[in-house]
């Protein structure tokens, strides 16, 4: 079961286990989103805003609905750092995106390259 700490500094670790996560005392450690809620019961609502904006790849926000509300989206965001979420991704590439309809390459995309093309020609 991952172990996360926070420290002071909003900072988030994820560890594999609470033994790995006891390097820094002064963080403190949680491993459910239950947990995560007692420890945010004493922060400031501010506090919550700022940490979910220190989070990588969430839209910042000035505030958050409710307690619970941001504790959830937290705990979600913070599950991609998981060290054993990595074993849930899978090891083969994205899907390339299909054509559009019948097949072909959107008209969109006709233009563009045939704009392109006309460019280059009248450049050269």
């Known amino acids: ?22 390097g820094n005392p002064q963080a403190q450690q949680f491993t459910s989103a239950k947990q995560l809620g007692k420890l945010a019961e004493k ?7 700022e940490l979910w904006n220190s989070l ?16 959830a989206r937290i705990w ?27 097949g072909h390459s959107s008209r969109k995309a006709r233009q563009s390259a045939q704009t392109r093309e006309d460019q280059s020609s009248r450049s050269g």
């Not at 002071?8 to 996560?21: K, L, R, T, V, W």
């Not at 790849?57 to 941001?70: E, F, I, S, T």
């Not at 979600?76 to 990595?86: E, L, T, Y």
């Open 43 to 49: 922060w400031p609502a501010a506090r919550l805003v």
């Open 56 to 71: 990588p790849g969430q839209k910042p926000v000035k505030k958050l609905a409710d307690r619970k509300a941001a504790v």
């Open 76 to 102: 979600a965001a913070i599950q991609s750092v998981a060290p054993d979420s990595a074993a849930q991704v899978p090891a083969v590439a994205p899907e390339k995106p299909k054509a559009g309809k019948h």
């Open 1 to 22: 079961m991952t172990t996360f700490t926070i420290d002071n500094d909003n900072q988030i670790m994820a560890y594999g286990s609470p033994e790995d996560a006891n």
